[in-house]
């Protein structure tokens, strides 16, 4: 799969049809893809339909929705995942992805937001405007590639996998009922 680019580098960005989606979309094509072109820069999901009709750089590729089989496909050869998102709220569902699959990630603080995960232990967390500096740095740094991989893998296995939200989730009802039982 990866003989299909002639790029030096695959960045992987997924997102829905959703502004800050869009938002990062914009960024991508317009500032990285600029800064980065020996990279390029592999978007997955339904974003694509906000750009449908746009004349993309060389070096951007929409690849649309995908079944979750190509995506692992994709995920195991791209070099790094980002999350250049400055809006929204809630845990960011790609960012799970990104880090159970053992991927490099560079993301904004937002796009980071409720992980707990630490800037440089588990992923890097940069601004947008040092977050081509901060991709050149995991790519050209293959030490700090392995470490964010293998630390942010153990994150979500450690933090977001089900069973274990499940046990968290069954000891706060436990405890819930137990206050309840007691006042009635």
Request: charged letters at 20%; one cysteine or more; a positive charge.
């Amino acid at each position: 799969l990866r003989q299909r680019y002639h790029f030096k580098k695959l960045i992987l960005f997924i997102g829905t049809y959703f502004n800050p989606n869009i938002e990062a979309v914009n960024f991508i094509i317009n500032k990285l893809s600029q800064e980065l072109k020996d990279c390029l820069f592999l978007i997955v999901g339904w974003v694509i339909w906000a750009f449908r009709m746009n004349v993309l750089p060389l070096n951007v590729k929409f690849l649309g929705r995908i079944d979750d089989d190509e995506l692992y496909k994709i995920m195991n050869i791209v070099d790094l995942a980002i999350n250049p998102v400055v809006n929204g709220s809630g845990i960011n569902i790609k960012m799970l992805d990104y880090l159970s699959a053992g991927l490099p990630v560079v993301s904004t603080r937002v796009g980071a937001r409720g992980l707990g995960a630490v800037n440089g232990k588990h992923l890097i967390i940069s601004e947008l405007n040092d977050f081509a500096d901060s991709i050149k740095k995991v790519l050209s740094n293959q030490e700090l590639s392995n470490r964010l991989r293998l630390n942010g893998r153990e994150l979500v296995i450690n933090n977001f996998l089900w069973d274990d939200i499940r046990d968290r989730m069954i000891e706060i009802l436990k405890n819930n009922l137990k206050l309840t039982v007691q006042y009635i």
